[in-house]
Nanobody, 123 residues
Framework: QVQLVESGGGLVQAGGSLRLSCAAS????????MGWYHQFPGKRERELVA????????KYGDSVKGRFTISRDNAKNTVYLQMNSLKPEDTAVYYC????????????????WGQGTQVTVSS
């Protein structure tokens, strides 16, 4: 099994910063893409915040470009999200995701999700 555990969410005032962390553990041979998605109150779909490949290539959602920075520590199987200049509209549950190959013989990567961490930005 593979577990993703997020931490770092909470309540912050507009203009403030938070840093989210997500550590992957369990039966892991390699991890390809890691990333963050958010789910807004009352919405079913999760939207892209940012993703990062094992080589460090990044992709960001339009609403967070220039304010959020994704990074990862491959040795620790951990991905981070530095969130600056937070706005009330960033309020959401933030989910970590990772594409994991569990063994050398695994044919493809499987996608895993964390339980989510609440980020609330007050005005």
């Amino acid at each position: 099994q593979v577990q993703l555990v997020e931490s770092g969410g909470g309540l912050v005032q507009a203009g403030g910063s938070l840093r989210l962390s997500c550590a992957a553990s369990g039966s892991i041979f390699s991890i390809d893409v890691m990333g963050w998605y958010h789910q807004f109150p009352g919405k079913r779909e999760r939207e892209l915040v940012a993703t990062i490949t094992g080589g460090g290539d990044t992709k960001y959602g339009d609403s967070v470009k220039g304010r959020f920075t994704i990074s990862r520590d491959n040795a620790k199987n951990t991905v981070y999200l530095q969130m600056n200049s937070l706005k009330p509209e960033d309020t959401a549950v933030y989910y970590c995701t990772a594409d994991v190959k569990r063994t050398f013989f695994s044919g493809t990567y499987s996608n895993y999700w964390g339980q989510g961490t609440q980020v609330t930005v007050s005005s």
